[in-house]
């Protein structure tokens, strides 16, 4: 049950072999002309692990990590990281923040301040990620995260707060919504991803942007899941690639940031900031949990409850959707969710803590304060 105080201090050594497998990779052939078609180009690729190694400040980001209080717990055998920043006002409102893969609680950075007036903020590294790895079990569904982030908001000795969280963080958002609506008061989501039934009259009188949403949903399944099948058959077979070389954990996470931020991003740094994506990227590298937080990946794909059909939320929803990128369909998530708040707005993507601190910000303080 204990609680202890927790501080980032990578080890000078770590650092400079990071430094030192960076300047060293062997880099590949590649056919000339097809962009981003095939994956990360390996000039691109060359130029960003090349600021890794000789531009990017990892000890200027390890001290602004530090600068959040940051605490550890054991939780059904799994230690779980989190940042715990503690408003000035007493009567605030306890948020836990839930990131995607492949993110961190470092995702979050940009949207602490904007925040820490309303709210008591819990951020969190997800189990197998980052400092709350490596996973020390098989097991870890998004239903055990749940319940493991329930009872941590327990510890905290919050008894009703609200859940913030994208991408896949969503999902768990959306399930201790289900578990624990006593304790929930709302939950807030971006990066949701919707889908229809096989009813036909699921497709009636779609907007246009509804339809561009659906072909982006379809898109994804067909041309874009080579990531989600390789960590949800094989993860430790991929793990040892990821463990042994920077330049291939920094290729496997920068080309879900080209795919998943705004659209009319040309490259990633277009959409997020680069050194907090290196920052992110330093964290799974140093912690080495490139191949606990694929496992995620393996146990959602073989948990039998994953995609069984379960009862409609009822802990009042707010959704923030983006227009470039966003897969979400009002509809299907009001089927889902008990929608009570729904925003629409046109720049950023599936990491908008991250693309649009301010936008995500204002949204999280008008949803919940609307339930106050």
Same mark, same amino acid.
């Given at each position: 049950?204990?609680?202890?105080? *927790?501080?980032?201090?990578? /080890? +000078?050594?770590?650092?400079?072999?990071?430094?030192?497998?960076?300047? %060293?990779?062997?880099? @590949?052939?590649?056919?000339?002309?097809?962009?981003?078609?095939?994956? !990360?180009?390996?000039?691109?690729?060359?130029?960003?692990?090349?600021?890794?190694?000789?531009?990017?400040?990892?000890?200027? +980001?390890?001290?602004?990590?530090?600068?959040?209080?940051? *605490?550890?717990?054991?939780? $059904? @055998?799994?230690?779980?990281?989190?940042?715990? !920043?503690?408003?000035? $006002?007493?009567?605030?409102?306890?948020?836990?923040?839930?990131?995607?893969?492949?993110?961190?609680?470092?995702?979050?950075?940009?949207?602490?301040?904007?925040?820490?007036?309303?709210?008591?903020?819990?951020?969190?590294?997800?189990?197998?990620?980052?400092?709350?790895?490596?996973?020390?079990?098989?097991?870890?569904?998004?239903?055990?995260?749940? @319940?493991?982030?329930?009872?941590?908001?327990? %510890?905290?000795?919050?008894?009703?707060?609200?859940?913030?969280?994208?991408? @896949?963080?969503?999902?768990?958002?959306?399930?201790?919504?289900?578990?624990?609506?006593?304790?929930?008061?709302?939950?807030?989501?971006?990066?949701?991803?919707?889908?229809?039934?096989?009813?036909?009259?699921?497709?009636?009188?779609?907007?246009?942007?509804?339809?561009?949403?659906?072909?982006?949903?379809?898109?994804?399944?067909?041309?874009?899941?080579?990531?989600?099948?390789?960590?949800?058959?094989?993860?430790?077979?991929? +793990?040892?690639?990821?463990?042994?070389?920077?330049?291939?954990?920094?290729?496997?996470?920068?080309?879900?940031?080209? #795919?998943?931020?705004?659209?009319?991003?040309?490259?990633?740094?277009?959409?997020?900031?680069?050194?907090?994506?290196?920052?992110?990227?330093?964290?799974?590298?140093?912690?080495?949990?490139?191949?606990?937080?694929?496992?995620?990946?393996?146990?959602?794909?073989?948990?039998?409850?994953?995609?069984? /059909?379960?009862?409609?939320?009822?802990?009042?929803?707010?959704?923030?959707?983006?227009?470039?990128? $966003?897969? +979400?369909? %009002?509809? *299907?998530?009001? %089927?889902?969710?008990?929608?009570?708040?729904?925003?629409?707005? #046109?720049?950023?993507?599936?990491?908008?803590?991250?693309?649009?601190?301010? !936008?995500?910000?204002?949204?999280?303080?008008?949803?919940?304060?609307?339930?106050?």
């Amino acid at each position: 049950m204990s609680i202890r105080p *927790f501080r980032i201090d990578v /080890p +000078a050594a770590d650092l400079d072999d990071l430094r030192d497998r960076l300047r %060293r990779t062997r880099w @590949g052939a590649q056919i000339p002309g097809q962009g981003w078609t095939r994956g !990360v180009p390996a000039d691109y690729l060359r130029d960003l692990a090349a600021y890794w190694a000789d531009g990017y400040d990892w000890r200027k +980001a390890e001290a602004e990590l530090n600068a959040l209080p940051q *605490f550890v717990t054991d939780i $059904d @055998g799994q230690r779980i990281h989190f940042a715990h !920043v503690r408003s000035a $006002d007493p009567d605030a409102t306890p948020l836990l923040l839930v990131h995607d893969w492949p993110a961190s609680f470092a995702a979050f950075a940009k949207v602490v301040e904007p925040l820490a007036d309303a709210f008591h903020l819990v951020i969190t590294d997800t189990p197998g990620v980052a400092y709350s790895g490596p996973l020390t079990a098989p097991g870890w569904t998004t239903g055990r995260i749940a @319940g493991a982030f329930t009872e941590l908001m327990a %510890r905290l000795g919050y008894d009703r707060y609200g859940v913030q969280g994208n991408g @896949g963080g969503a999902w768990i958002a959306a399930e201790m919504g289900r578990r624990a609506p006593e304790q929930v008061i709302g939950v807030h989501l971006n990066g949701l991803i919707t889908f229809p039934s096989d009813d036909p009259a699921d497709f009636a009188g779609l907007t246009e942007a509804e339809q561009q949403r659906l072909a982006r949903l379809q898109e994804f399944r067909d041309d874009k899941m080579g990531f989600n099948h390789i960590q949800s058959t094989r993860p430790d077979t991929l +793990a040892h690639a990821l463990h042994d070389s920077p330049a291939g954990q920094l290729a496997w996470i920068v080309e879900k940031f080209k #795919e998943w931020t705004d659209a009319a991003a040309e490259l990633p740094e277009d959409a997020v900031d680069r050194d907090q994506l290196l920052t992110n990227v330093s964290l799974y590298w140093f912690t080495g949990t490139a191949g606990s937080s694929a496992q995620l990946y393996y146990e959602m794909a073989h948990d039998p409850t994953a995609f069984a /059909p379960k009862p409609r939320g009822t802990v009042p929803t707010g959704v923030i959707a983006t227009a470039t990128t $966003d897969v +979400a369909i %009002r509809r *299907f998530a009001d %089927r889902d969710h008990n929608v009570v708040h729904w925003t629409e707005t #046109e720049r950023g993507g599936n990491f908008l803590a991250m693309e649009q601190p301010q !936008v995500l910000a204002d949204d999280i303080r008008a949803f919940f304060g609307t339930l106050a």
